[in-house]
């Protein structure tokens, strides 16, 4: 059985959900479940079939899983890509993204999703890493276990040739589809396997071992340097996920190069391309003039503040948003995940910062948060003109942030920035003040 070391692995796991594809892999990957189900009845398996709608025979390919599933008694989700003709991942690509999308929408909190990539699918993945430039960790290829966007992925075949795969489903009778389009050589993938890899097998029977060795080796090399990386981030890295560059400025080219890399894989979840790290190092980090530059990637954008930078998400336009505070003493809900404003009871005041107290609106007041001061200079307590840009900077609050953060007004005057500043302050015997705490704050 070539799916043992998934139950040595995971003796406690109950819940699989498998990619299904109808593929011999998929096939064989299965039926080993299966038989390990009736030794173990507490296993629960879903599968999942995804059809891509490229040609003629995906349906085909949907019914004989739909059939098998319905023979077995194991339940199954199916689920459809439509590709467009125009997109800038391609068709592969496109489909890659949008299978893990799927797998997202359809998996349960505690199942773990099994797909049955095998040892020819890694040596594959390999030549494939080399053409599109990667590092270490590309070129170590797909691991056993992997944790993708939360998804839990174990790939059981991974260590079991193609070969072994066909052999054992013909000795067991099983019926599989052979997906017509597996013989396209204009896909990368099928041209390596066709045409490349076919030749170096019959060349090289020890190869695919070969193969598989030294993507261990480098996996093992890969762990060593992830060590002293995370250790670095752990020590540099703020609450809000974003990297100090004080240490970072010591180091040599190299070691920035892999901790920015695992910087990005740990905000993103996605492998960054050595293009977008070059480019990051080249026009954030190394460059005197920063300060309006950013770096687009993966739908947000990287820039720096002094000598921290920030993996941030663009979305949160909301600098024209006024929130109308009609009584001050009741929990405010924020807009875009922004958080909460918790006005504190007055019992535990006194355990609260006085950074967070602002004087009680008096009556008639119109009470809002906004989040954008049109002016360019405020009155502060004295009457006396300050510049907002002065405030914001001494407070090192980067500019792409202060749209986001909480302005409390009465009427049009400006009080308070929730937790960062106050402009009228509160006198030491007043009694009229309030406690306002900015829960999930950004900053």
Known sequence: MFIKKLFLKYPQQKYFLLALSGGVDSIVLLHQLLKYQKKFKYIKIRAIHINHNLYSHSLYSQKHCENICKQKKIHIIVDNI??????????????????????????????????????????ENLFLSLKRKSGINGLSGMKYSSVYRGIKIVRPLILTPKKTIISWAKKKNLLWIEDQSNELIQYDRNFLRKIILSKIYKKWPNFL?????????????????????????????????SLSLLNFKNLTKEAQYSILKQWFNQNSGNQTTYHVLHRTYKEIINNKNYY??????????????????????????????????KKINTILKLPKNLGILIPCKKKKQKQIQ???????????????????????????EKEKKISIKKIWQKYNIPPWLRNTIPLLFYNNKLIAAIGIFTIQRVSINSLKYIKIIWMNRIL
């Not at 954008?301 to 024209?320: L, V």
């Open 292 to 325: 309006d530059k950013k770096i687009i990637f993966c739908n947000s954008e990287i820039r720096r503040f002094k000598n921290t930078i920030y993996y941030i998400y663009p979305d949160k336009n909301i600098a024209h948003k006024i929130l109308y505070w």
């Open 82 to 123: 439509h590709i467009p003709k125009h997109n800038r991942y391609g068709v592969e690509g496109y489909s890659r993204i949008k299978r893990l999308e799927i797998f997202k929408k359809h998996i349960l909190l505690e199942e773990i999703l099994l797909t049955a990539h095998n040892l020819n699918d890694q040596c």
């Open 354 to 380: 006085d950074i967070y107290k602002i004087p009680y609106p008096p009556k008639n007041v119109l009470v809002s948060i906004r989040f954008h001061i049109k002016k360019n200079y405020i009155n502060n």
């Open 209 to 241: 071992k070969n193969c598989t060795t030294s993507m261990h080796i480098l996996t093992k090399d890969q762990k060593s340097l992830n060590f002293f990386v995370l250790y670095f981030l752990k020590k540099n890295t703020f609450s809000d996920g």
